[in-house]
């Protein structure tokens, strides 16, 4: 979100693939707009969702070293 406000409640998963079929992670955000994934080393495509906003990039891509 471009404000940088927290967004309580969003559903966020994490894949391996492009196309979002291989979920690894997923959960909800908190009431800071925060939720903890124990990921392995790699490169990751991080999906975001809730009523009333828009996400982009959709997906963000991250990379844990």
Excluded: H
Aim: glycine share 10%.
């Amino acid at each position: 979100e471009d404000t940088g406000d927290p967004i309580d409640g969003a559903e966020v998963w994490v894949t391996t693939d492009l196309s979002g079929s291989n979920i690894v992670a997923s959960g909800l955000t908190n009431t800071f707009g925060v939720v903890n994934f124990t990921l392995d080393t790699g490169s990751y495509f991080i999906w975001r969702k809730k009523a009333g906003w828009n996400f982009s990039p959709e997906p963000d891509t991250e990379i844990v070293p």
